[in-house]
């Protein structure tokens, strides 16, 4: 195993997705790909860029969950592991497929947040659409409330 990708969303399962990952990543000597995908930019009218406050808004955000991702990899780094931080922005699903291919990932890891019946029938599952989407192996890590 050369490559785990840890997709995070920057919710409070992250610290136990990269805990995890992290340990992996340490016992088979791996890289450990932090991964967060960040939203897409909203769609504008038209061609235009659209408003600067909403342009300088977005990028604000993009540039502290930017820092945030390089923190979590300093923090694994600290503890031996060869962890590098990713920011990417698209769909979901599809942008984590994407880097998990570009980056030969061996295992994906993913939290679960433990949302009901109903709340995956509308909305959907990430680790569902995930494990749909890829041959690489897929570890779960629950949430609290579902573990």
Known sequence: MKNILAAID???ITHEVL???GDLALVRQATLWIV????PDPDLVGFEPGPQHIRDQRAH???DEHQEL???ALERSSQGVDARALLVQGPT????LDQAA???ADLIVLGSHGHG???????GSVCQQVLGGTRTPLLIVPSTATA
């Open 70 to 72: 390089q923190q979590l």
């Open 36 to 39: 967060h995908v960040a939203a």
């Open 117 to 123: 019946a109903l709340h995956r029938f509308f909305v």
């Open 19 to 21: 805990r995890l990952a």
């Open 61 to 63: 955000e993009l540039r």
């Open 10 to 12: 920057l919710s409070p």
């Open 93 to 96: 699903v599809a942008t984590i």
């Open 102 to 104: 570009r980056l030969h």
